[in-house]
């Protein structure tokens, strides 16, 4: 399968790529680590007749603090996220859920930004950053802002992302220290998007009660879901087996999956409801000290 | 569409080549540097059997332009034998192991075995399946496949290979 013809350009800087980007207009396209779109392209899903390759931008790479806050260029793989000391002592949500992403070769490649600014909802990452309410920085031609990640999708492929923007960053600030966290992946084989997925973070008052907590779940609607609702359920409780189930149900009442072969819309529902439980069990070990 | 320029080292040669921007990396290797060894199989970045080692990376070249290529280091199973001619310790254990039976999954297998034992020297049982796991076979059930990786660790680790009781 070869890709439809494409003029290649590959700027050095995000200033470069963001004019460039101006200058194509609905004909260009940025690529990352490509493992979404590349293989868009040989479907004939994608036929961009520009693109505009971030991979020479050293910018928009690396894990650095600022203030209270670790930010990630964009173009940071997810090989890289994984094998980062600061993020498995500091979000260690983010290494569980990239070692569950795809296999070794595409971790090599695939970035963090390509995963969460796609838009697909099968991608893992989207609900890990509502979980922990990260905030995107964009450019564009019209200068710099920032998105919430629980603000940012709007439908499969559709995103708060306006034509030439590129997202440069992402900005988590780190749950307190000593808090708990899962991701949870229902999936058939390695490699496979999620049947149902559920991100949570906690953390675990000495009373043993639910101080603060985020519930997100991925590939059971058209965007990344933050399970608000049951979010809230939770806090304060004392994740009794009663108030987890009221927020299992929570869960399961926003999901709107679409049927394919990994099942049923049911199905993936009430899948949905059993990664947000054991999801909830683990973060809460964890949060014990476990 | 105009070519790109492309210069890059393969199997420890410079290479310069002119490049349509939509080449994928293994079309380049195929089919302008005849290095057939990397196999396509399903193109759609899941099965592995086209996985070369790129600036100290495994990837899957069905899902790389050769334009994203340009100034790197690659190493396809063709550098992967010793300058003597004689096999390398990984293509010598597939072989002593019975780790390929068709052998169109073995050149990815190889090459992404050999970059697994650079970064995890001692892998274990469940540490070698997991890093394999981008590279799918058809034939073996994968056990002579682990058997070998476990040879071959145990070679380049100067330690005598021990099978695992069952």
């Known amino acids: 399968m070869i890709p439809p013809s494409f003029a290649y350009h590959r700027p050095s800087s995000v200033k470069d790529a963001i004019g460039l980007l101006a200058g194509f207009g609905e004909d260009g396209r940025v690529l990352a680590g490509g493992h979404s779109l590349i293989p868009m392209m040989k479907l004939r899903l994608a036929a961009p007749p520009n693109l505009v390759d971030l991979g020479g931008i050293s910018d928009l790479k690396g894990i650095a603090t600022d203030g209270g806050d670790i930010v990630i260029g964009a173009m940071t793989t997810q090989h890289e996220l994984i094998g980062s000391d600061l993020l498995g002592k500091k979000i260690p949500l983010l290494r569980e859920t990239s070692l569950q992403i795809a296999d070794p070769q595409v971790r090599y490649l695939g970035t963090l930004g390509g995963n969460v600014a796609n838009g697909d909802p099968g991608n893992d990452m989207p609900a890990v950053m509502m979980c922990l309410n990260a905030t995107y920085q964009v450019a564009g031609k019209s200068g710099e802002r920032r998105i919430q990640a629980r603000q940012f999708y709007q439908g499969a492929y559709f995103t708060a992302l306006e034509p030439g923007e590129i997202l440069t960053a992402i900005r988590i600030r780190p749950p307190d220290e000593g808090h708990g966290w899962s991701y949870h992946k229902l999936k058939r084989k390695i490699g496979d998007y999620a049947t149902a997925a559920a991100a949570v973070v906690l953390t675990m008052k000495g009373t043993g009660e639910i101080g603060s907590a985020a519930i997100a779940l991925t590939n059971v609607a058209e965007t990344p879901l933050y399970a608000e609702a049951a979010t809230r359920l939770i806090v304060g409780s004392k994740l009794d087996a009663a108030t987890v189930k009221q927020a299992v149900t929570a869960a399961e009442a926003i999901t709107a999956p679409a049927s394919d072969r990994r099942g049923t819309p049911q199905y993936r529902t009430k899948m949905a409801g059993v990664m947000v439980a054991r999801a909830l069990a683990q973060a809460a070990q964890r949060a014990r000290g476990g | ?166």
Not at chain 2, 5 to 17: P, R, W, Y
Not at chain 2, 101 to 123: K, S, V
């Open chain 2, 1 to 166: 569409m105009a070519k790109s320029q492309i210069a890059l080292t393969v199997n420890g040669e410079s290479v310069d080549a002119l490049v349509e921007p939509r080449t994928l990396l293994i079309h380049f290797l195929r089919e302008q540097l005849n290095l057939t060894g990397p196999h396509i199989g399903c193109e759609t970045s899941h099965c592995g059997a086209c996985t070369v080692d790129l600036d100290g990376k495994s990837v899957k070249s069905c899902t790389v332009f050769a334009v994203q290529a340009n100034g790197a280091d690659i190493r396809t199973i063709e550098g992967m034998a010793n300058a003597d001619g004689t096999l390398h310790v990984i293509q010598e254990a597939f072989r002593e192991m019975h780790g390929l039976q068709c052998g169109f999954c073995t050149p990815g297998m190889i090459t992404r075995a050999w970059r697994l034992l650079q970064e995890n020297p001692n892998p274990g049982e469940s540490e070698i399946r997991y890093g394999i796991s981008g590279n799918l076979c058809r034939c073996t059930g994968y056990q002579n496949i682990v058997r070998a990786i476990q040879y071959a660790a145990a070679k380049l680790n100067g330690v005598p290979f021990q099978e695992a009781a069952e």
